[in-house]
Each structure stands twice: as C-alpha cells, then as structure tokens.
C-alpha cells in the first residue's frame, strides 16, 4: 500500500516534503519492520511506477482504503496535479474500485484532511481509518458485494 501512495505522491513528477513524511509516518504508525520503513522511504526519495501495486491478497475493502489513503496523500500540499489526478484514476483502475466508490472515497478523504488542520503532521492515518470505517463500515465497503 505504501508504495502505491509514494508513486501518488510523486505522479506531480516533484517530491513534496508533507506527502513524503505523511507516508513515512503512516507506514511507522501501522507497524512496519524497519527494513519495510527503508523501502518505503526509499520509494518517496526517488519515485516508484504505479505499477507495483499488487491487489492478490486485498479484500474490496482494503482495495478501496488504499485508494482513499492515495487521496489524502494527494491532498496534502493542498493541490491536486494533473498527474496526480490522473495516477489516483489509475489506481482506482489497477485497484478495480468503481468510479462511485472512488468518489466517496475521495470525498472521506478531504473531510478528514479539512478536520485536521494546516500541519501535515497532524494528517494521520488512524483519523482516515475511523473516518473510513464510520462511512464504509468496518471491513467492508457499502455496494461492495456487487460492484468491482
């Protein structure tokens, strides 16, 4: 998922400071070993291809939190490039999740970032998921069953 968000994050073709720490610390927030932190550092230094994403092994509902995590770290330096915009729809496609759900999807993300405040720092992934699990349900995504 991390790498996912470090290719989102550099789909502007320019490094931003907050999308990379809001990664970084996200990823440090859910556990990973520190050899997973160095890649993923590693990945918001230089760039990485949205093709990496790997979706065997994802539910629907995790499908569509990494999409609503690429949103927010899109979101982060406040503008949403053209190539961000379009790396976001090629997630979604890579990732199979409807243009409905991204929609929502986004839609969560950007509240959760207007609740946060102006520092990136306090942009943290468990507010995302308690927002997410409030609007989607916890493990599951609304329409899920029957969509992508």
Do not use: N
């Amino acid at each position: 998922m991390f790498l996912a968000l470090a290719a989102v994050a550099w789909a502007d073709g320019r490094r931003d400071p907050d999308e990379a720490d809001a990664i970084v610390r996200a990823a440090l927030e859910e556990g990973l070993s520190v050899d997973e932190i160095s890649e993923i550092e590693a990945a918001t230094r230089e760039g990485i291809d949205i093709g990496v994403v790997d979706r065997s092994g994802m539910s629907k509902a995790d499908r569509l939190f990494v999409y609503a995590v690429a949103c927010w770290i899109a979101y982060i330096d406040g503008v949403v490039e053209v190539g961000e915009r379009d790396a976001l729809a090629g997630l979604g496609e890579r990732l199979g999740v409807p243009e409905r759900l991204r929609a929502h999807a986004e839609s969560v993300a950007r509240d959760v970032l207007a609740s946060s405040g102006p520092e990136p720092l306090r942009y943290d992934l468990a507010g995302l998921r308690q927002k997410f699990e409030e609007e989607f349900g916890e493990g599951r995504a609304p329409d899920a069953s029957r969509e992508g």
